[in-house]
C-alpha cells in the first residue's frame, strides 16, 4: 500500500498559520491524522460498509462524498450488492492522487470512479447509498 507518515505536521510552534487545507501534505499523514483527531473514524468506515451491504441495490450507484483517501469506498466496494458502482467525490486532488495509488495497489471488484470536484457540483442519480462522511465539518 502506499505509505504513510506520522502526523506531526502542527508539533512545533508555528508562525501565522494559514487556512487548514487537504494538500499533499496533509495527504501523506491523512491516516494517522484521522486516526488519531476523530474518535470511532474506524467504525464509521467499517459501519457504511455494512449499510452498503444493507441498502445497496443491484445495478445502481454508491456515493462516497468526500471520500478523501478512499476508507469508506473501499469499504462498500467489498459489500456491495451486484453490478453497482462506486461514484467517489473530493474536492482535494492531493487526497485524489493518493486514493488512485491506493486503488491500483489493491483494486476492487466494483468499479471506483474518482471525481476531483465540489460536491455541490455533484449530480446524485441512480443511487442506492450515499455516504457524507465527516465531510460537512470541512
Excluded: W
Amino acid at each position: 500500500m502506499t505509505e504513510s507518515k506520522t502526523d506531526s505536521l502542527f508539533a512545533h510552534p508555528m508562525g501565522a498559520v494559514g487556512a487548514f487545507t487537504f494538500d499533499e501534505t496533509v495527504a501523506a499523514v491523512f491516516p494517522d491524522m484521522i486516526q488519531r483527531s476523530v474518535p470511532g473514524y474506524s467504525t464509521v468506515v467499517s459501519m457504511s460498509g455494512v449499510l452498503a451491504e444493507h441498502f445497496s441495490q443491484a445495478d445502481s450507484k454508491l456515493y462516497d462524498l468526500g471520500c478523501s483517501l478512499g476508507a469508506t469506498s473501499f469499504a462498500m466496494a467489498q459489500r456491495a450488492a451486484k453490478n453497482c458502482r462506486i461514484i467517489a467525490v473530493d474536492n482535494s486532488q492531493a487526497m485524489l492522487g493518493r486514493f488512485a495509488k491506493v486503488l491500483q495497489e489493491n483494486p476492487t471488484t466494483v468499479p471506483i470512479e474518482l471525481v476531483c470536484d465540489d460536491i455541490n457540483n455533484i449530480t446524485v442519480d441512480n443511487a442506492s447509498v450515499v455516504t457524507l462522511n465527516y465531510t460537512l465539518q470541512f
